[in-house]
Nanobody, 126 residues
């Protein structure tokens, strides 16, 4: 079983920054072979795509709502994927989940990811 652990969530004021990290272990022998994604779910809303990075870190994709504010990156030496969030807005408040795609495609659809982390809560106050 692949294990993913997301951390870095917390309380931040609007306009602030926060960095989330996702560490992989267990069945992931080499994270570079996986596509990695970040999703979030706000209270009363469905889980939505945030950002993803493809196998080998060859390309990235972002939801329109976070383009220019969030940056996804991978650190294969430490087997982690990060999400740097800046210019945070109250509407960014959600539980953020990292996910792994063995196919390496890192699509925006949650159904394309096989493994999920527990999630970390990000709260943005106004």
């Amino acid at each position: 079983q692949v294990q993913l652990q997301a951390c870095g969530g917390g309380l931040v004021q609007a306009g602030g920054s926060l960095r989330l990290s996702c560490a992989a272990s267990g069945g992931i022998s080499r994270m570079s072979m996986y596509g990695m994604g970040w999703f979030r779910q706000a209270p009363g809303k469905e889980r939505e795509f945030v950002a993803a990075i493809t196998r080998f870190g060859s390309s990235t994709r972002y939801a329109d709502s976070v383009k220019g504010r969030f940056t996804i990156s991978s650190d294969y030496v430490h087997n982690t994927v990060n999400l740097q969030m800046s210019s945070l807005k109250p509407e960014d408040t959600a539980v953020y989940y990292c996910a792994a795609d063995p196919k390496g495609w890192a699509l925006s659809s949650a159904g394309s990811y096989d493994y999920w982390g527990q999630g970390t809560l990000v709260t943005v106050s106004s």
